[in-house]
């Protein structure tokens, strides 16, 4: 059975950090690009990073570059989203996602990150 649990959302001030958690299970973790995505309500889901499974290549949505980073450790079957200065604007639903890189993804359940005052 294939899972992806998300952990490390929650309320935080402006310009504070929080490191999301994603660890999956059923498949070949090491195997799959990871990525990360979030929603807000009546908008459709945007892509915020994903890092291959080959060289820990990454990429960032830009306006998340040089606050995010996305990591990943095959030996805990985890994928990390480290996410500082936070902004209002980062409010969202955050979902974990693996790709085959052809047709095959599995999507998390999603945390809530809300960035408030």
């Known amino acids: 059975q294939v899972q992806l649990v998300e952990s490390g959302g929650g309320l935080v001030q402006p310009g504070g950090s929080l490191r999301l958690s994603c660890t999956a299970s059923?498949?070949?973790?090491?195997?799959?690009?990871m990525r990360w995505y979030r929603q807000v309500p009546g908008k459709e889901r945007e892509l915020v990073a994903l890092?291959?499974?080959?060289?820990?290549?990454?990429h960032y949505a830009d306006s998340v570059k040089g606050r995010f980073t996305i990591s990943r450790d095959n030996s805990k079957n985890t994928v990390y989203l480290q996410m500082s200065s936070l902004k209002p604007k980062d409010t969202a639903v955050y979902y974990c996602?693996?790709?085959?890189?052809?047709?095959?993804?599995?999507w998390g359940q999603g945390t809530q990150v809300t960035v408030s005052s």
């Open positions: 059923g498949f070949t973790f090491s195997t799959y690009v």
């Open positions: 890092i291959l499974h080959i060289g820990d290549n990454t």
């Open positions: 996602n693996a790709w085959n890189g052809i047709k095959t993804e599995y």
